[in-house]
C-alpha cells in the first residue's frame, strides 16, 4: 500500500523575498552597508534641518540656477516656480533624509527606506549631471547602494525588520514586501 505524498508549493514571490544571509560574510556586508549608508542620510537630513544649520533649507536656488545641465532642467524649474511644491520640498528633503538614515541605522521598514532613498538618490543623480567624468558618479553609487539593501532585504540581519518580521501583521503581502 503506497503513502500518500504531501507537496507544498511555494509562490515565485516568497522565493524571491526568502532567503537567508544572516551569519554569513555578506550578511555582514550589508549590514556594514545599511548602517554607513543610513549614517550618510541621517547626517545629511540632520545638518539641513534649520535649527541645526541655522538657516532653514532652501532648494529653489539650486532647483532654478544649479540645474543647467540637467535632461530634466525643465521640470527642476517648474518645481522651484511653484511655492506650495517648494514648501514641501525643502520640508521633505530633510526629513526624509533623517527618516530615510534613521531607518537603515535602526533596521526598520529598510526596503521602503530604501525605496524613498532610490526616488531621491534618482532626483540628485538627474539634478547634478556631473557627467564630465562618463555617467558614473556619486548619486549612481547612491541609488545602487539603495536597490542592493531593498533587494536583499538588509534589515532582517542584525535589524528591527528581523522582529517585525514575526508580528502578526508581517504575514501579509504587502508588509513582507517593505520589510527587509
Keep these: 500500500m503506497s503513502t500518500p505524498t ?24 550589508l549590514v556594514a552597508l545599511r ?20 538657516e532653514a533649507f532652501d532648494a529653489t536656488g539650486y532647483l532654478l540656477h544649479g540645474t543647467g545641465g540637467s535632461p530634466i532642467h525643465g521640470f527642476f524649474a517648474w518645481a522651484a516656480s511653484m511655492p506650495w511644491l ?4 525643502n520640508f521633505m528633503i530633510p526629513a526624509g533624509e533623517f527618516l530615510i538614515g534613521l531607518g537603515l541605522i535602526v533596521g526598520g521598514l529598510v526596503r521602503l527606506a530604501s525605496f524613498f532613498g532610490a526616488v531621491l538618490m ?6 547634478n549631471a556631473d557627467w564630465a567624468h562618463g555617467l558614473v558618479n556619486g548619486d549612481l553609487f547612491g541609488l ?15 535589524g528591527l525588520d528581523a522582529y517585525l ?3 502578526d501583521f508581517a504575514k501579509s503581502r504587502a508588509a513582507k514586501f517593505i520589510l527587509g
Design 122 to 127: 534618482v532626483f540628485f543623480y538627474l539634478g
Design 165 to 167: 518580521e514575526k508580528l
Design 86 to 89: 517648494m514648501s514641501f520640498t
Design 35 to 54: 548602517l554607513i549608508t543610513g549614517y550618510w542620510f541621517l547626517h545629511a537630513g540632520w545638518t539641513k534641518f534649520g535649527f541645526v544649520s541655522g
Design 144 to 158: 545602487v547602494l539603495f536597490v542592493t539593501l531593498a533587494t536583499f532585504g538588509a534589515g532582517r540581519i542584525l
Design 6 to 29: 504531501t507537496t507544498t508549493t511555494r509562490s515565485t514571490y516568497d522565493e524571491l523575498l526568502n532567503f537567508d544571509l544572516q551569519g554569513t560574510l555578506a550578511g555582514y556586508w
